[in-house]
């Protein structure tokens, strides 16, 4: 009963029950599932054949999810990578994602939560970068070079400068300030860039954007610049010069 | 708060104090000496044949009175008329209101005596006078001594002052838990020492005190996130699979799937029977001094397996007579749990229930499987709470062999795990001696 056009999909979880009730519900909801019960395992996979996604446990054995997503990021595998965690302490989210996890679920979490993120992570990566609409920024006609104030964003070459330093990023920090630096001054709710970062256009309960903000301004401000990346309470946030 | 006056005006109120006790009673000798010595100089002038007397008797001294008494009556020669008194000997008599000095002695004529007195009123004079100087210096010598008391003790109590300086500024020094509890040292005299010595010994009270609680608590905190861990990854199992039943009513595994819940759910009640065992088990419990035969036990738990895996061929080695004092719940239910262990995770056919007497005299209990076994290096770890090894089946809590090792401790024992005779694991009990009998 396999569509051959459906999405490819790795789930690595150790836990038999889970891995198994997780291959079943993904499979039933569309995907074509894979599954690998450790690290290596994960790794194996991934080299037999590249996924459209990965969903992957926090918690293996031995080589942590962290470990496989660092791993997976370093051989330029840029496939989306859902984490999910069993512990509820902000640490454990930041490290996965700050290794080039694009989000994460805390377990249990709903089955359709997943499966829509995932949808809309795959559709976002089909694309080869979010060429997102809004005003222009500073960089004139051309568009190549965005920025504000000591940012410089090269879109060409997806290199990004604070003054004369340049900052390295993941995959999903670059598209995030993007987006900020297309909309320089244009403060943009956490949904709308939940929508223009993730393709999350359906309503759903994360801090996903909250963290990967606290990421980019942890690496624009890491020499002592001032805050580009600022928090409108209540609203969202704002790429801009000064307070 | 109101404070007590400071060490330094004790000590130098002790050495005023102590001064004026000394001065006190040089001033009173030293009056009482001044007195006789003033007297005995009066007296003195008054022997007739004394210069002062000698030549007439009509006296050239306004002071002295002279009265005469022979065979033709008595005759004043100078001032009031004396009393006589006794021969030779210096009186004080009231003539008329004022207090004279006399003396009697025998007359320039064989039947005469003479009476010479002096007024003491000079005498008393000198001496109040000295005794006013005398007391004015006494005043000076306490007030000197109270002063310099004061000053030395200033001094004195400097190693104490280092010492109230030192302790209190103890709560910035130590901060931080994992630092070796602070010493307190405050040299330079016995006091101060022996005081920052019981300091010290408080800190290191205070301080093992503050490690232990600390390390409690942490425990306490991995525990409830270990067990919180443990229950999300059922859930999460079960969550999925009744959203997958909601979403396809129609699903020809649905029985399967209605399985996998049920096993979820049996995993989640097993980790909460097993929690909630663990927890009672950390109690100390009235019923740990039940006298358990060692062959009834056994024969329970041969029972308990049977019933609990159809499957499982159980023997019961012939036990030795005896019991044991202790919880026999706790022992039948960790003889369970290693059951259990051997089915789950050694995916064994049969366990031998069997007991022995200890190398120490205890009695060791032992469950012996035809299972997998278990990896040495992995036999200590499993005893941990929430661990598995990794030859482990089925999936488990994590606690079954840690249920096991606490029901040991709790008899004064421990558990070993080893090769089986069977070819399997050996879970062995371990009774402490003091519990055999």
């Known amino acids: 009963m396999t569509d051959p056009a459906a999405p490819d999909l790795l789930v690595v979880e150790d836990d038999a029950d889970v891995r198994a009730s997780l291959e079943r519900g993904l499979r039933l909801s569309g995907f074509a599932v894979r599954s690998a019960e450790d690290g290596p395992g994960a790794l194996r996979a991934v080299h037999e054949r590249v996924p459209d996604a990965v969903v992957l446990d926090l918690g293996l054995p031995g080589m942590d999810g962290v470990a496989v997503v660092t791993a997976l990021r370093a051989m330029d595998h840029d496939v989306p990578v859902c984490v999910l965690s069993a512990r509820d302490t902000v640490d454990d989210r930041v490290v996965g994602l700050e290794a080039g996890a694009d989000d994460y679920m805390v377990k249990p979490f709903a089955l359709t939560e997943l499966v829509a993120r995932l949808r809309a992570l795959l559709r976002r990566g089909a694309r080869p970068a979010p060429e997102v609409d809004g005003p222009a920024g500073s960089g004139g006609s051309s568009a190549e070079v965005v920025g504000t104030g000591p940012l410089r964003i090269d879109l060409a070459r997806r290199t990004v400068h604070v003054g004369e330093r340049a900052v390295d990023l993941t995959k999903r920090e670059y598209e995030l300030l993007v987006v900020l630096a297309r909309n320089a001054d244009v403060v943009l709710t956490r949904e709308r860039l939940l929508e223009l970062v993730w393709g999350y256009d359906f309503a759903t309960d994360t801090n996903v954007v909250d963290v990967f903000v606290g990421y980019l301004r942890r690496k624009l401000e890491a020499d002592g610049m001032p805050r580009l990346v600022h928090t409108v309470r209540g609203v969202g946030f704002v790429l801009r010069e000064g307070g | ?437």
Do not use: C, K
């Open chain 2, 1 to 437: 708060m109101r404070r007590s006056p400071s060490l330094r005006s004790r000590v130098a109120l002790a050495s005023g104090l102590a001064s004026l006790v000394v001065v006190v009673l040089v001033g009173v000798l030293a009056s009482v000496l001044l007195t006789r010595e003033q007297t005995e100089r009066l007296d003195r002038s008054l022997v007739p044949g004394s210069p002062a007397v000698l030549g007439t008797f009509a006296s050239t001294r306004a002071d002295l009175a002279v009265t005469l008494r022979g065979p033709t009556g008595t005759r004043r020669v100078s001032g009031p008329e004396l009393p006589l008194s006794p021969l030779g000997i210096p009186t004080s008599v009231d003539v008329g209101g004022v207090a004279y000095r006399i003396r009697t002695a025998p007359g320039p004529t064989p039947g005469v005596v003479v009476t010479v007195g002096a007024t003491e009123d000079d005498t008393r004079a000198r001496v109040a006078d000295r005794q006013r100087w005398v007391t004015g210096l006494g005043v000076v010598a306490v007030a000197l001594a109270a002063g310099l008391g004061w000053v030395f003790a200033g001094r004195a109590v400097a190693p104490m002052r280092r010492l109230t300086v030192r302790a209190s500024t103890l709560d910035e020094t130590v901060a931080d838990p994992a630092d070796p509890p602070p010493t307190v040292r405050a040299d330079g005299s016995r006091e101060s020492e022996e005081l920052a010595e019981a300091l010290t010994a408080m800190l290191a009270r205070l301080h093992a005190e503050q490690e232990r609680s600390t390390a409690s608590l942490h425990a306490a905190r991995d525990f409830a996130a270990a067990a919180r861990h443990e229950l999300r990854t059922p859930l999460t199992a079960m969550r999925t699979d009744l959203e997958v039943l909601q979403a396809h009513p129609d699903l020809p595994e649905r029985v399967a799937v209605l399985a996998d819940v049920l096993r979820a759910q049996a995993r989640v009640e097993a980790t909460l029977t097993a929690l909630g065992q663990l927890a009672a088990g950390d109690l100390p419990e009235a019923t740990d001094q039940d006298a358990v035969g060692v062959a009834d036990l056994l024969r329970l738990a041969a029972e308990d397996a049977r019933r609990a895996h159809p499957a499982l061929d159980v023997v019961v080695d012939e036990p030795p007579d005896g019991a044991v004092r202790g919880s026999r719940e706790g022992l039948r239910m960790a003889l369970a749990n290693a059951v259990v262990n051997a089915v789950r995770h050694g995916r064994a056919g049969s366990v031998r229930l069997g007991a022995h007497a200890g190398d120490d005299g205890g009695v060791v209990l032992t469950v012996d499987d035809d299972g997998t076994g278990l990896p040495a290096d992995e036999r200590d770890a499993v005893l941990g709470r929430f661990v598995r090894g990794s030859t482990a089946g089925a999936p488990g809590s994590g606690l079954g062999l840690a249920l096991v090792a606490q029901q040991a401790a709790r008899h004064g024992g421990e558990v070993r795990l080893e090769d089986a005779p069977t070819g399997g694991l050996r879970v062995s009990l371990a009774i402490g001696p003091d519990r055999a009998g």
